[in-house]
């Protein structure tokens, strides 16, 4: 296949270009810089420069592809969220439109918004979503948008990834959190830290993306999560003993004051994502070395050496 990727010089993006490339497709990335440049040419992939408001570009490239993989987000915290959901939503017009009437895949990025269960139980692609759908719920509004499409004989998949991707030293969320235990001496966790959360091997999850792009049964909404869940205490326990470190109970108003009040929040929303529809519909296989044992044994050792010589 030749495929378009948004979105490809960033974490998950560069390695499902990777494993694109070294399984035989041809790939187009979109690139903002001379670095992202390098880096695409450095996977075997074509660099295209652009963002998500070359609109001209992201229709061009999404005209000539076999499949697109919408991966680009802005992951900026601090800009109005409903400013964030315009850009992503004029994105995903412009790369639908040419697809029109194809049955081409589209392939895009959520996250793991559901109601949680009432029981404790797990939750999958037909659970209602949130009755909160401001703050980072917005981009349910990003998923709602894109699947109208399939109404035009587009493929639309909707791959929800959970908070904590993780793998190959990486992700946005762990090193930030280990960054903060470093920092303050200890790593902590809110309360009792039995907050449950679903995780993917970024490899994995990479995985998950090209079966989607070339499996004509994938449609609609995806969970991509392994089969094991985390609370946040086992999570700050594993960086603590990464970092050789303490790990302990913090207040909600403590974890403000040593984190800020969007981390805490983020670390105080839990969700069990059942990964059945991807592992028994589209034969997806899961099998990263889970998330506990990277951190204390895997790919994040570089980190926690580079770490610890901050800690006093």
């Not at 900026?76 to 850009?87: C, E």
């Not at 009755?131 to 587009?154: F, P």
């Not at 235990?181 to 200890?186: R, S």
Request: glycine share 8%; proline share 4%; charged share 25%.
């Amino acid at each position: 296949m030749h495929i378009f990727v948004t979105g490809a010089t960033g974490y998950i993006g560069r390695i499902v270009t990777e494993k694109a490339i070294a399984a035989g497709h041809t790939v187009h990335g979109l690139s903002r810089n001379s670095e992202g440049d390098a880096l695409l040419k450095s996977l075997g992939a074509t660099p295209i420069r652009g963002d998500l408001t070359t609109f001209d570009i992201l229709s061009s490239e999404s005209a000539k592809a076999d499949a697109v993989l919408h991966l680009a987000y802005i992951h900026d915290f601090t800009m109005d969220r409903q400013k964030v959901l315009g850009f992503d939503t004029a994105a995903i017009d412009a790369l639908a439109a040419p697809l029109r009437g194809t049955g081409k895949p589209l392939v895009t990025t959520s996250g793991l918004f559901a109601k949680d269960d009432p029981a404790g139980g797990e939750t999958n692609e037909n659970s209602p979503y949130p009755d909160d759908k401001t703050g980072l719920n917005t981009r349910i509004y990003s998923e709602l948008h894109a699947l109208k499409y399939a109404e035009d004989n587009v493929r639309v998949s909707i791959i929800r990834l959970p908070p904590y991707v993780y793998g190959r030293g990486g992700s946005y969320f762990i090193p930030m959190f280990m960054e903060f235990a470093a920092n303050n001496g200890e790593s902590i966790y809110v309360n009792e830290g039995h907050i449950t959360t679903s995780v993917v091997d970024v490899d994995d999850a990479a995985d998950l993306y090209l079966i989607v792009a070339k499996e004509a049964r994938a449609s609609g909404i995806i969970n991509c999560t392994a089969s094991r869940y985390f609370n946040f205490k086992e999570i700050a326990q594993a960086i603590g003993d990464s970092l050789e470190i303490p790990a302990r109970s913090v207040t909600h108003d403590q974890a403000i004051e040593k984190w800020n009040p969007f981390l805490v929040s983020f670390a105080e929303r839990g969700n069990k994502a059942s990964n059945r529809k991807a592992v028994e519909e589209l034969g997806w296989k899961p099998n990263g070395v889970d998330l506990l044992t990277d951190l204390k044994k895997g790919s994040y050792i570089k980190l926690a050496g580079e770490l610890k010589q901050k800690i006093v």
